[in-house]
Each structure stands twice: as C-alpha cells, then as structure tokens.
C-alpha cells in the first residue's frame, strides 16, 4: 500500500522524461530536465522497494544506493531551471553543485557520515540522518532560494509569454522542493513522507507548460531553421539586385536621352531617376545586411554553428581596422573613435564573426555617445604576459549596476523593442566563447563602460 504512490510516481517521471526526449529532442532544456526525471524515478522507484522490504540487510542497501541518488537531486533540478530560463552566466555555480555533490556522494559511499543507518517505521525502512546530512540539506535549501531568485529576475524582462512559462515552471519546481520535508523523516520523526505529492503534482505542472506553452522548446534551433528559410529568397533578391546594377543606368541613360529628343514625353523627374540609379545598391546593401544579421543569429542560436574546423589565422589589428571602416557612423562620428595598437597578435577565429563582434560593440558605443558633446571611443589592442585581448573603452553614459548583470542575456534590452532585439550582446558572448575566449563588462553609471574581448593565446 505505502508503495503505490512513489511507484507510480517514478513510472510517471520516466514516461515523461522519455516522451520529451521523443518529440522536442535532444537540446540543453530537455537534456537537463531528462537528468531531473532520471534521478527521480531512481530514488521514487527504490523507495517503492524499500517500503515492502523486510530483510534489514537488503533495506540498507536500497537506502545505501537510493540515497546517492538524493545527493543528486538539487543540482539536477538547479541545472534545469538555469537552461529553462536561459541563464547561462550561472551555469559555474550548476557545475560547483554538481562538483559538491559528487564530493557528498564520495563521503555516503566511504562513511556513515550522511546516512547512518536506519529507522524502522510502521509503514517501512527510512534512512537516518549522519552527522554531515545537513550539509544536503544547506545546499538543497540555498539552490531553491537562489534558483528562484534567478528565476525572479528572467520574468522581469521577457515578454509575457516567456513570463507565464517560467512562472509555470517556477511553481513546479517550487512545489518539487517541498518534498524536502521528507527529511524530517530522517531525523527521527514518524510520519508517512507526503512528499511524493508535492512531487506528482509538480510533474503535471511541467507537463501543461511543456504542452500549452512548449517549455521544452529549444527556441535557438527554431530560429535557426527560419533563418535558414530565408537564405533562398534573400540570394533571388541579391541576384536581382546586380541584374539592376548591370542594366539600370544603361536604362536610365536611354530614357533621359530619349526625352532631351523628344521621343517620350516622360514624366520621371531627375529626383527620382537618381532614387532610381541608387536603387540597385540600397537593394544588395540591405541583402548583406539581413545575411550578416542571419549570421548572427545562426551564431547565437546554434551551438556548432562556427566550425573551430573553418577558423583561420589573422592579425587582430587587420580585423580591427575592417570593423572600424565598415561601421555605420557619419563623419562625425567617425572623429571620435581611437584605435591605439600597443601590441598587435595573431587569433585564430573566424574573421567575419569577430567583425560582426566588434561592430556591434562599436554601435553600442556609439548610443552610449549620442547625448555626450565631448566623449570618445577608445579601441585597444593588446598582448602582454595578462593574454590577448582588446579593450572597448566609451565615456558616454555607463550602464546601471542593477542591469549590468544581464547585458548579456537572450533578448534583454533596456532600449525599445522595435529598435533594438536584446540579441547583440548575447551574440558578442557566444561567438566570443566560440573562440574559446571572453567577454566581459565594467562600467559606472555617467562615466565609463568597458568591454574586454580576451583571446587565447595562439603558438602559430
């Protein structure tokens, strides 16, 4: 009877655990959620045994092996709210939980010091709390608290459809966490652990909000395939452009001609017969620029994407120079940025992307400069015994400490929506990682901000 429920529970995580996999794949989201319904099942399903057990030697086997699976638990469900909400700046502190939790598992494994020994209870064995079992127990306790605090600060700035599948998600995990008060069963106290309940019904609020509102959706491979949709009505349109380019002036000089005779009595004035000539040039301009911004996105969105296989050798004050000539600013603008070289290096990367990197860097630092009557932008190369890295220096208006944190995020944006995506610093971060290198950010509020771009040393 006391087995039913967690039996049915365990049965229930692996199901659904497998089904995810089955119809959204294999991406960070469902792989971390798969580890979180494996070490569950684990633990419901020896738990089940364990409660039918009367052999006290096979219980304290059952207990000896469920248990490593506890230890487990709260960095699995900690790794699956940091992907589900996107927050890979804490993805170190997922793998120090994981790192400690390991070091927890050794100590079970070699010593009594987690669980020592048993209880005998009317509805079955229980394990009993060592002397180092509240040290499970802290970090169950700080993983909740700080994963929902991450959490807290994602629906703050994403749009409220993203808001309700992570308030979704939250309330499960919340709910997932209240199986903690299992625990006091291992100090002693005699109740039937009712946290099986918390935890069936957190699985039916995972399960609606992968179902209502796709939460396991890996939105980065949906951007990719769109963006690979419109490869092709981009190249018609880029083919169509240099058949203007090629023909349209000898068009346009044959109308002018056929008028100044007076074979046509056009009614084409010059203002737009020139609108007409630039056309062909506005029309590849923005071609390349909605393929360099599907560039981006297949960066941003797709993992493998950059090939270390397809990286080249090139000096970075060459990549510099190209990013500074290819920004769009006027005149001047262009008065204001400084590129100061102290040591050029060699980088093996990807040259193009890196342009898009620096460009987009140069962009923000251009807005951070519009209301600045007498700022300056400051690009430094640099190779010492610190590494390779370039230094992004702007004295414009700073970013506020609060934001700071999540400049690089996903689609976070203080600026408006129809001006700015929240893309292009989250797309600097993961090809700048691509690289096996580094961005990172300093500023103060009406001052300064400084980007570093650090690079791996490179032996050519």
């Known amino acids: 009877m006391y087995s039913v429920l967690p039996a049915t529970v365990a049965v229930l995580f692996l199901f659904f655990g497998v089904y995810v996999i089955h119809s959204k794949g294999l991406n960070r989201v469902t792989t971390a959620f798969l580890i979180l319904c494996i070490t569950t099942f684990f ?40 992907e589900i909400t996107g927050r890979q700046d804490v993805k170190k502190k997922v793998y120090i939980s994981y790192i400690f939790s390991i070091f927890l598992a050794a100590v079970h494994v070699t010593t009594n010091l987690i669980i020592q020994g048993h209880y005998h209870y009317s509805w079955g064995y229980y394990p009993k709390a060592g002397l180092l079992h509240f040290l499970h127990v802290l970090q169950t306790v700080t993983i909740v608290i700080y994963g929902l605090y991450i959490s807290y600060q994602k629906q703050r700035i994403v749009q409220a459809g993203e808001k309700t599948k992570l308030q979704y998600c939250n309330a499960a995990l919340l709910l997932f966490s209240l199986s903690a008060i299992d625990y006091l069963c291992n100090y002693g106290i005699n109740f039937y652990p009712p946290g099986v309940i918390f935890i069936a019904i957190a699985l ?20 990719a395939s769109l963006a690979h949709e419109m490869r092709t009505p981009l190249a018609t349109l880029k083919i169509q452009a240099q058949v203007l380019r ?13 008028q100044e005779i007076g074979a046509i009595n056009g009614t084409i004035d010059d203002f737009m017969l020139d609108c007409l000539h630039d056309s062909a040039r506005i029309l590849d301009k923005e071609v390349s620029s909605a393929n360099n ?59 193009e992307f890196l342009i898009f990197v620096l460009i987009n860097l140069i962009n923000n630092s251009i807005d951070a400069l519009k209301r600045s009557l007498n700022g300056r932008i400051s690009i430094t190369i640099i190779s010492d015994t610190n590494g ?73």
């Open 293 to 351: 911004a599907i560039d981006m996105l297949m960066a941003l969105t797709t993992a493998d994407y950059l090939n270390e296989k397809d990286f080249q050798h090139f000096s970075m004050k060459e990549c510099v120079e190209i990013a500074v000539s290819r920004a769009p600013y006027n005149s001047n603008l262009k008065k204001v940025i400084y590129v100061e070289v102290k040591s050029d290096f060699i980088v093996l990367a990807s040259k």
């Open 246 to 258: 090629d023909h349209l002036p000898e068009l346009i000089a044959g109308y002018k001609k056929a």
């Open 388 to 460: 390779n890295r370039i230094e992004f220096l702007d004295d414009g208006e700073g970013i506020e400490s609060d934001i700071l944190p999540h400049i690089f995020d996903r689609f976070f944006t203080t600026k408006h929506r129809g001006i700015n995506s929240g893309v292009g610093l989250a797309f600097c971060r993961n090809v700048m990682e691509s690289f096996g290198g580094s961005i990172t950010c300093h500023s103060e509020r009406g001052k300064y901000t400084l980007f570093t771009l650090t690079f791996k040393s490179n032996n050519k």
């Open 204 to 223: 039916g609020i995972i399960a609606l909000a992968t179902v209502k509102y796709h939460a396991m959706d890996d939105s980065r491979m949906m951007a």
């Open 43 to 82: 633990w419901q399903f020896l738990w089940a045994i364990l409660f039918q057990i009367e052999n006290e030697k096979i219980a304290q086997m059952l207990i000896k092996l469920g248990w490593l699976l506890i230890l487990f638990l709260p960095t699995s469900l900690f790794h699956f709210l940091a």
